[in-house]
T-cell receptor, first 110, second 113 residues
Framework: EDKVVQSPLSLVVHEGDTVTLNCSYE??????LLWYKQEKKAPTFLFML????IEKKSGRLSSILDKKELFSILNITATQTGDSAIYLC??????????FGQGTILTVHP | NAGVTQTPKFQVLKTGQSMTLQCAQD?????MSWYRQDPGMGLRLIHY???????DQGEVPNGYNVSRSTTEDFPLRLLSAAPSQTSVYFC????????????FGQGTRLTVV
């Protein structure tokens, strides 16, 4: 059975801090690792990673995948209160199936 | 573009009632899926479909049925609602051959009393 584990489950920081969110996976027919941000509604897409060692960046967010060790990290630098959300990672297969982790609840205080 | 459309947005059912959650996508995606989200549990896969006429069970399929008669539609049926099915339900679609991300509907908040 496919499995994705995220850590930590919750995190409280102050504005300006840097955070690292972790995601490990065991997915048969693995093809991609996806990160989503969820703020009270539907998840919104952040990154899709398919190759090891290639960092993807979007503003203050970045992510990288290690296919040998089966994990990914999501970094957020200079956090803002608007970064407060649930961050979800998912392991995707070649035919589209996604297995999600439990999510990390990030709270950023002013 | 509408993307993925879910209806209804909110629903209250009595125990034992049946209902269908609707999901439609206009992106011609082959893959569609249903998830439920409970506090601290992330998104758990209920059922999925890799194309019209093909469905399969996910992690938590008990109490739910699906069908995929067209590429666009993937309804989720609750045959006899139970309080344990109180949750937020999300439908998603993707095109795995193009290696795109999954697109989500806005969710249905279901309460079973």
């Amino acid at each position: 059975e496919d499995k994705v584990v995220q850590s930590p489950l919750s995190l409280v920081v102050h504005e300006g801090d840097t955070v690292t969110l972790n995601c490990s996976y065991e997915v048969t027919n693995f093809r991609s690792l996806l990160w989503y941000k969820q703020e009270k509604k539907a998840p919104t897409f952040l990154f899709m990673l398919t190759s090891s060692g290639i960092e993807k960046k979007s503003g203050r967010l970045s992510s990288i995948l290690d296919k040998k060790e089966l994990f990914s990290i999501l970094n957020i630098t200079a956090t803002q209160t608007g970064d407060s959300a649930i961050y979800l990672c998912a392991g995707g297969t070649s035919y589209g199936k996604l297995t999600f982790g439990q999510g990390t609840i990030l709270t950023v205080h002013p | 573009n509408a993307g993925v459309t879910q209806t209804p947005k909110f629903q209250v059912l009595k125990t034992g009632q049946s209902m269908t959650l609707q999901c439609a996508q206009d992106m011609n995606h082959e893959y569609m899926s249903w998830y439920r989200q409970d506090p601290g549990m992330g998104l758990r896969l209920i059922h999925y479909s890799v194309g019209a006429g093909i469905t399969d069970q996910g992690e938590v399929p008990n109490g739910y049925n699906v069908s995929r008669s067209t590429t666009e539609d993937f309804p989720l049926r609750l045959l006899s609602a139970a309080p344990s099915q109180t949750s937020v339900y999300f439908c998603a679609s993707s095109e795995p051959h193009k290696n795109t991300e999954a697109f989500f509907g806005q969710g249905t908040r279901l309460t079973v009393v």
